[in-house]
């Protein structure tokens, strides 16, 4: 494996800077980060870790990586953009990981559930809802399910927001109601009956998941109408930034 690295000289000059990481075999990219200093490389190093210790990191992405590097080959990096504070690279990384959306990443980019791409259509629709008013009457978790790409499904929310979500169990266990977000708008509701460890076998009407029994799944229901209606409505309703602030974390609590 091709040990590279930034002196600490270069480092200084780079800043902030976003980079790809792209297949050798075909050019394409693969992942989108921001990062500064040695960051671009450590994706490598994640990737070689002892089989023991990998349980908690390894995902998409890294095990790309070491099918790359089983093969011979070594990944290629391009630093997209540099010389940035941090708030002006998170904006580019979110505006490049909208623009390949085949990317291994786990998140989508900073602010990109609320103002990431969309069509004119989806934005006139979104700005048309109405905003949701949160009270205190119930513990709420949020999971913004970006990978929606817009659609309304209920069948493919139900999938997407059930498996699988790095929490701890006994927080996830004291939540009353988990709400389904795409870009900024809540687009389901639904009652956790159960929690535990993602086991593909205990979903076997969700297609194409993998054991991940470091994360947490669960079993659910849909909300009761009055709840529903409460936090989504006919067609959706509008989160406040103030009450769910832009974050790189696809799940987070309310009133918890």
Not at 146 to 157: P, Y
């Amino acid at each position: 494996m091709a040990n590279y690295s930034f002196t600490y000289e270069v480092a200084e000059q780079l800043r902030a800077y976003v980079y790809r990481l792209i297949d050798p075999r075909n050019g394409e990219t693969f992942y989108v980060g921001k990062g500064r200093g040695n960051r671009v490389f450590q994706h490598a190093l994640e990737a070689n870790i002892p089989d023991d210790q990998k349980s908690d990191i390894m995902g998409p992405k890294l095990d790309l990586i070491r099918e790359i590097q089983c093969v011979g080959h070594e990944v290629k990096y391009v630093i997209h953009r540099h010389g940035m504070n941090d708030e002006t690279a998170f904006q580019v990384e979110a505006a490049l990981i909208d623009a390949y959306p085949m990317l291994r990443n786990a998140v989508r980019g900073h602010d990109a559930s609320a103002c990431g791409m969309a069509t004119v259509e989806e934005l006139l629709q979104r700005y048309n809802l109405p905003p949701l008013v949160l009270g205190k009457e119930h513990k709420l978790l949020a999971i913004t399910i970006n990978k929606l790409l817009g659609r309304r499904d209920q069948k493919v929310i139900l999938d997407l927001i059930r498996y699988c979500w790095p929490l701890s169990r006994k927080r996830a266990q004291t939540v009353d109601y988990v709400l389904a977000v795409d870009r900024g708008v809540v687009v389901g509701a639904f009652k956790p009956l159960s929690w535990g460890p993602a086991r593909a076998a205990d979903f076997p009407d969700i297609s194409g998941v993998v054991d991940e029994t470091h994360r947490l799944a669960f079993q659910c229901e849909r909300a009761p109408q009055d709840v529903w209606d409460l936090y989504v409505g006919a067609l959706g309703k509008r989160i406040s930034p103030r009450d769910l602030p832009p974050a790189r974390q696809a799940c987070r609590y309310i009133n918890c």
